[in-house]
């Protein structure tokens, strides 16, 4: 079955404690994507990667970091987590080219930063 | 102004009606456009993308329209399971860099 996977999806940890959320897609995709989704601000794109060992900030980058040594996997790491990083964090992965805003998402990964 | 921007609604329509989404994008040179559904805390899911000349599946169909720079969403014979929130997706250069619109919310009522 195609899919994204993402791990943790529930997670409450405490400013300053580094956390990765693990991302990866069993479709061969070249794109995949980070976004956050907070009420009001909707989606907000954090870091992307056109292929292996590419990766390019989004709209808000600070705070995150990224690595594709892989294609399969993107993770998502919170080096020195802050409360205002709580959030519901969402990944993608597309072809590239044209189809590069048909993604597949992730279920999803609540963080709660306290 | 946003880069892309959507009325957030609520639309609240009864079953059967037909309803019409808006998405206006700041960027002319904005090159591929997409509408996606999401539930309630629930990842998006690719709905449909938009080409140039429309394109229709079922009860839905999406229109662009390059010279006022918006994309268009239409659902005829709404159902109850339509309700949900819609979002466009603008690639502004067939780069990575996609912008969401925030969504517009539909509830449709029995």
């Known amino acids: 079955e195609a899919q994204v996977t993402q791990n943790p999806r529930y997670l409450i940890t405490v400013t300053g404690k580094k956390l990765t959320v693990t991302c990866s897609q069993n479709m061969n995709h070249e794109y995949m994507s980070w976004y956050r989704q907070d009420p009001g601000l909707g989606l907000r794109q954090i870091y992307y990667s056109m292929n292996v060992e590419v990766t390019d900030k989004g709209d808000v980058p600070e705070g995150y970091k990224v690595s594709r040594k892989e294609k399969r996997n993107f993770p998502l790491i919170l080096e020195s987590p802050s409360p205002n990083q709580t959030s519901l964090y969402f990944c993608?992965?597309?072809?590239?080219?044209?189809?590069?805003?048909?993604?597949?998402f992730g279920e999803g990964s609540r963080l709660t930063v306290l | 102004r946003k880069e892309v921007e959507q009325d957030p609604g609520p639309f609240n329509v009864p079953e059967g009606a037909t309803v019409a989404f808006n998405c206006t994008y700041s960027?002319?040179?904005?090159?591929?456009f997409f509408w996606y559904r999401q539930d309630c805390r629930k990842e998006p899911k690719l709905l449909m993308s938009v080409y140039s000349s429309g394109n229709e599946d079922g009860r839905f169909t999406a229109q662009l329209n390059r010279a006022s720079q918006y994309i268009s969403l239409l659902i005829r014979d709404s159902k109850l399971s339509d309700s949900a929130t819609y979002l466009c997706?603008?690639?502004?250069?067939?780069?990575?860099?996609?912008?969401f619109g925030q969504g517009t919310t539909l509830q449709v009522k029995p």
């Open positions: 960027n002319s040179a904005s090159q591929s």
């Open positions: 993608a992965s597309s072809l590239r080219g044209r189809s590069t805003g048909e993604l597949f």
């Open positions: 997706v603008v690639n502004p250069s067939n780069t990575g860099k996609l912008i």
